[in-house]
């Protein structure tokens, strides 16, 4: 039995193939989405349902921006992957991992500001307390 891929045979077959588990977890999500919105709304009402609503977009940009990144690195991996370029797999690795590590540090400076600031004999009142 010959299996169809995405560079030979039926192409789009297989590209359906791909994309129905990406599809259905799209569809997935956004049934969590309209439940979470009636169930909130009806025990909160239009200011809880306001309050979710505004911190949605919020919530979803750091996964999005991630999402984006990994798509990014999977395009550029099967680019030299396929061309047998070690040396462009090993640029790409070490690319992604400075990402990381500046999205790390990144938060963990977020994590310690409020302390840092504190330290710094910063009056009180100017440090906002969450």
Same mark, same amino acid.
């Given at each position: &039995?010959?299996?169809?891929?995405?560079?030979?045979?039926?192409?789009?077959?297989?590209?359906l193939?791909?994309?129905?588990?990406?599809? #259905?977890?799209?569809?997935?999500?956004?049934?969590?989405?309209?439940?979470? #919105?009636?169930?909130?709304?009806?025990?909160?009402?239009?200011?809880?349902?306001?309050?979710?609503?505004?911190? *949605?977009?919020?919530?979803?940009?750091?996964?999005?921006? &991630?999402?984006?990144?990994?798509?990014?690195?999977?395009? &550029?991996?099967?680019?030299?992957?396929?061309?047998?370029?070690?040396?462009?797999?090993?640029?790409?690795?070490l690319?992604?991992?400075?990402?990381?590590?500046?999205?790390?540090?990144?938060?963990?400076?977020?994590?310690?500001? *409020?302390?840092?600031?504190?330290?710094?004999?910063?009056?009180?009142?100017?440090?906002?307390? *969450?």
């Amino acid at each position: &039995m010959k299996k169809d891929s995405l560079i030979s045979g039926n192409i789009g077959k297989a590209l359906l193939l791909f994309v129905l588990p990406l599809i #259905a977890g799209s569809l997935i999500q956004q049934l969590y989405t309209t439940v979470d #919105a009636v169930i909130v709304g009806q025990f909160t009402g239009k200011i809880g349902l306001a309050a979710i609503d505004s911190v *949605h977009t919020l919530f979803k940009f750091p996964l999005n921006f &991630m999402n984006g990144l990994a798509t990014g690195a999977t395009i &550029m991996i099967s680019r030299y992957f396929g061309a047998k370029d070690k040396e462009g797999l090993q640029c790409v690795r070490l690319f992604y991992l400075q990402v990381f590590w500046e999205l790390s540090a990144q938060q963990w400076g977020l994590f310690f500001l *409020h302390g840092c600031l504190i330290l710094c004999l910063f009056q009180k009142k100017y440090v906002q307390d *969450h």
